[in-house]
């Protein structure tokens, strides 16, 4: 069954002095968690995403919508990245969304796919 791993950070962890060594160091942790899903034979992909300040949300109200700049969520934590795995339960997917790294605050929120047709 397919899962789609959500990674919500904190982007301003980034920022600063120290933010594009931190950067490294975890694009470093996720080549590193992506070879473990490799060895394991989990089939997977994923990206990262450009800053939550470079997203538009449309809106929808009852058959109208409004364009807004941004994204959905008003919180401290945007939607950075996200891995789609294939693993036999919710459990599997579980283990594999502990490893993924999360510098400062975050969460990752691991949702089913409703596979179509």
Excluded: C
Excluded at 13 to 25: H, S
């Amino acid at each position: 069954m397919q899962y789609l791993l959500l990674i919500n950070e904190d982007e301003s962890v980034y920022a600063g002095e120290n933010g594009a060594r931190l950067m490294e160091e975890v694009l470093g942790k996720h080549m590193a968690f992506a070879e473990t899903l490799a060895k394991d034979g989990v089939a997977f992909s994923g990206n990262r995403l450009q800053p939550g300040a470079t997203a538009t949300t449309i809106k929808w109200d009852y058959g109208s919508h409004a364009l807004h700049d941004g994204p959905f969520a008003e919180t401290h934590e945007e939607l950075g990245g996200y891995y789609l795995i294939d693993v036999p339960d919710l459990d599997a997917a579980l283990k594999y969304a502990r490893m993924i790294p999360i510098p400062g605050k975050g969460a990752i929120e691991v949702r089913p796919v409703w596979e179509m047709g």
